[in-house]
């Protein structure tokens, strides 16, 4: 190569470094617990045109666990639903259906809010 190509020439890509795998570790816990032990089941509409929906909150599990827990809600109450923010957001405002089957799955669960 000529002095002036090593001079104009910029490192666009590179194959040194080889693939980047980005890791990450399978055993993170989600979600938060309180000190009393207890998942709550709060009601939200904020943001939601009006639609309410059931926030749960104070379980915590590893990841997957934590999203198969709340494939299983929805699929027991016949509704949709995600996970954001470390809680497990279930649409619909039947909060004391969704007490019970927590119940059942051996969680203590109090309903916060109005």
Do not use: H
């Amino acid at each position: 190569m000529a002095d002036w190509q090593n001079q104009l020439s910029k490192l666009v890509y590179s194959t040194d470094s080889g693939k980047i795998e980005d890791k990450k570790p399978t055993n993170v816990q989600v979600g938060e617990v309180y000190k009393d032990g207890f998942v709550r089941i709060s009601r939200e509409t904020k943001g939601r045109k009006g639609k309410g929906v059931m926030i749960i909150t104070g379980i915590q599990l590893p990841a997957d666990e934590f999203k198969k827990l709340a494939q299983t809600l929805k699929k027991k109450l016949g509704t949709g639903g995600a996970v954001k923010d470390d809680q497990i957001e279930i649409q619909g405002d039947d909060r004391n259906k969704l007490q019970s089957i927590l119940e059942d799955m051996g969680y203590k669960c109090k309903i916060s809010g109005g």
